[in-house]
Structure formats: C-alpha cells, structure tokens
C-alpha cells in the first residue's frame, strides 16, 4: 500500500475509536457522578509537552482513556443516604475483595448488614480504610461528611483527589482505579470537603457536544473510506497499465 492507503485508513480507524468514545459518554448522559471519556490526538500530546510544532505528515493516531473531571449539576433527591461533591474530590469504595476504587458516584443505600453501599454493591469507605457501618438510615451528613446517627456516634466520609489524574484508570460503572498497592501513595485526603446529603451529582456529559463529535467523526469516517476506495481504484488502474505490451 501506499502512503496516502495508510493515511487514510489509520484515519478511519481513528475516527471509529473516538465514535466509540462519544457512544460511551451518550450511554452514560442519565449515569449518576459520571465523568465523560476523552480521546486526544497523540501529536496534541507532543505538542502540548514540547511546545513545539512539527511540521510533517502524521499517521492518525490517538491514545483513549483521558476523562474530563468537570463538576456535574447538582439537584435534590430527597434521600437521607443520597450525597453530593460540589468541588474537587472523590469517595473510596470497596468492592467484596476489598479492592479499592475512587467514583463521584453518590446514589447510596443500606444494605442487610448496614453498609453503605452504591449501585454496584462496593461499600463506602470510611477514614480508617473499612466500610462504613450504620445502625439506622435515619442520618445527618454535614458538608464537611461527618455523619451524625440517631444514637450520637459520629463517623466521617472521607474525599480523596490526586495531584495528577491521569493516574486514575477508568473502569465500569463510573468508578476509576490506581495502579493497584498505590492508593496511599498517589491519593490526597481532601482538606475542605463539600458533601450535600439528600442531593445526587448528574453526569458532566454535554449531549448537545457529543452529538456534534459523533456528526463530524462519522463525516470524517466516511470521507476516509471514499479516500481509501479512491486509492484502490488507482492501485487498481496502475497495475492494468503495467500489465499491458
């Protein structure tokens, strides 16, 4: 193949990748504390790094796995284990074999055994590193996340962030992981928490943006197919010419 085939197809397959990227976003508009995906072009990353500008033809190529930790819209639900950041920050949560994993996600309840769980069924953690317990569901959480029971104990909900995000490695379900064994060494208790009880945070996907990456990467897509066919039929043209005499 030549070097325009190349250029072309990389570019399709790009674009299919960052439609991919766009899907997930859309699929996950209504998702509670959901951070929307990014794709950058590899030579933004260069250039963003070295400031320079390098003028030379480049095989499409992107790296996946960005997210973009903008605040969601804050709105009332009403529920007493329901909470909300506003501000930097993201809960701990344990999954059954006490992996841990960081989310925005704050649609809590009670389970049997009066764990604090999300949606996935990981339980919040608490300052010393375990799930939080509670005996009644009838609870006052205060912006600094200190839970006030019935009874007068006092727990608090710790908010962790980082001094570089690109650590945190997307999972399912709106929940992000460090490389595993370095939780305490690359996360940041956060001194000034803000925490709403009986408020949820949407998703920061803007529909009517992705709606208009997912027009242009299909646009761009399909011109890079046609380009691709274009330089089939010439291939296909030179080796009629070299086949004749």
């Known amino acids: ?28 508009n209504e998702t509670v504390g959901f951070k929307k995906g990014q794709s950058v072009f590899k030579v933004m990353l260069e250039r963003a ?19 973009d930790f903008s605040q969601g819209n804050l709105s009332p639900s009403g529920v007493p284990t329901h909470i909300a950041i506003q501000g930097e920050g993201l809960f701990k949560v344990l999954n059954d074999d006490g992996r841990m994993y960081y989310t925005r996600q704050g649609n809590l309840r009670l389970d049997s055994e009066g764990r604090l769980i999300n949606s996935q069924g990981m339980s919040l953690a608490g300052e010393d590193g375990r799930p939080i ?40 379900g709106g929940q992000f992981s460090v490389p595993e064994g370095r939780e305490q060494e690359l996360e940041v208790r956060v001194e000034e928490p803000h925490i709403f009880q009986g408020q949820l945070e ?40 070299g086949s004749l005499g």
């Open 202 to 241: 949407g998703s920061n996907v803007n529909l009517m943006q992705e709606m208009n990456h997912m027009v242009e990467s299909t646009r761009i897509f399909e011109a890079c197919q046609k380009m691709l066919k274009t330089y089939h039929t010439l291939a296909s043209e030179a080796n009629k010419l």
């Open 133 to 172: 317990v509670l005996a009644d569901p009838e609870i006052t959480i205060t912006e600094d996340g200190t839970i006030q029971q019935k009874d007068g104990q006092r727990t608090r909900i710790p908010l962790y962030t980082f001094d570089d995000y690109s650590v945190l490695i997307r999972q399912g």
């Open 1 to 28: 193949m030549n070097r325009g085939t190349y250029i072309a197809l990389s570019g399709a397959i790009v674009r299919q990748r960052m439609m991919d990227t766009v899907s997930n976003n859309l699929a996950n």
């Open 49 to 67: 790094a070295t400031g320079d500008t390098v003028e030379r033809v480049n095989l499409a190529e992107i790296e996946e796995g960005f997210t």
